[in-house]
């Protein structure tokens, strides 16, 4: 993503940079990533989505961590630039960082919402989506090759001496060893194939009973409103490996063609009053995950605003500060139930 760089500035309409800005602007990138927390990344997430930042001093030190290798990079003037590096910063930590995963997640989740020609360089979001969706695919199609095993020592007819004796028990512990190694990697591969079809057997049979469990009831009496959350709740449950599989939002429309009565199109507001009233019992407490997370996950940071202010419609004035989301904002149901299960999603990626 660093090589990308003198695109995204043109794109910004930003002067191309020369070989020796684009050096130490790539330089500045790399200590970044190598040198910052998972919070710190999760703010460049927000800047480069113009969602407002977590920590009041996030902008001056991503200021101070570009000027460390380029003395002349101005602070004044400098917003758009500083949304290019975050999404720079962003690409190239898709690719390096060990908590990549947490970082793709929270920028497709945090992008909900958004009109993509709002989103700068938007070919980031894609990344992220289709990083995740290639780790899907990976962990599911486990192509890991198993280890050789050590050939087991051959004991000699001759009288055996002190040091022969010493050199077969040195090689039959390397054996043993060996052996033991390759056991657990096949029990660990056996063990990640069983999870993958105990998933896919559990979907598949969710979709065919067509059962809602927190509510007791069929997904054709769900109320639409409530199947937003009710749907994406039990599906995530289902998931037992992550990134879940790539098909899952299919499987996610083909359980809402059994809701009846479907509105065309629900609003945020609505939504959640829904969730608040009626479903508090039914959702699991995310609250303390939501602290890493805040405007990145939309509607449980629409929730958690719902909750602070006891349901009254006051919570609605913060969260669009927040998130940048106008509360009306209608989406169809499936669209809704997909992000919460997007959000779900993020809280157990690792």
Known sequence: MISNLPKYYRIATIDTLNDDLLSKRSNAITDIIESKDLNWLLDCVRLYLQKPVKSKNFEKELFFAIQKYDSLFLEEG?????????????????????????????????????????????????????????????????????????????????????????????????????????????????????AVLEEESNIHWWLFRSYSSKRECLISELDAVEAIFILSSELNDLIRMLPPPNNIESFLKKIWSDVQDKPEKVSIKDAIEVLYNKLQDKIDDQ????????????????????????????????????????????????????????????????
């Open 78 to 194: 400098s917003e758009l630039e500083k949304k290019i590096l975050a999404g720079a910063i962003i690409g190239e930590s898709l690719i390096k960082r060990e908590d990549k995963d947490r970082i793709a997640g929270s920028l497709k989740s945090g992008s909900f919402g958004l009109a993509k020609e709002s989103i700068l360089n938007s070919e980031i979001v894609s990344f992220a989506v289709e990083h995740l969706n290639k780790k899907a695919i990976d962990i599911r199609e486990d192509k890991r090759t198993l280890k050789t095993l050590t050939k087991l020592p051959v004991f000699s007819k001759e009288t055996p001496t002190v040091e022969s004796l010493t050199e077969i028990v040195k090689n039959l512990l390397v054996y043993i060893k060996s052996a033991a190694a390759l056991n657990e990697q096949q029990y660990g591969i056996m063990e990640d194939k069983i």
């Open 287 to 350: 609250e303390k995950k939501y602290e890493v997370y805040g405007n990145l996950i939309p509607l449980h940071l629409a929730f958690i605003k719902a909750k602070e202010l006891e349901g009254n419609t006051a919570w609605t004035a913060p969260f669009e500060k927040l998130s940048g989301i106008k509360v009306d904002l209608k989406f169809n149901p499936v669209e809704l139930s997909y992000q919460f299960l997007t959000e779900l999603i993020l809280f157990d990626l690792e």
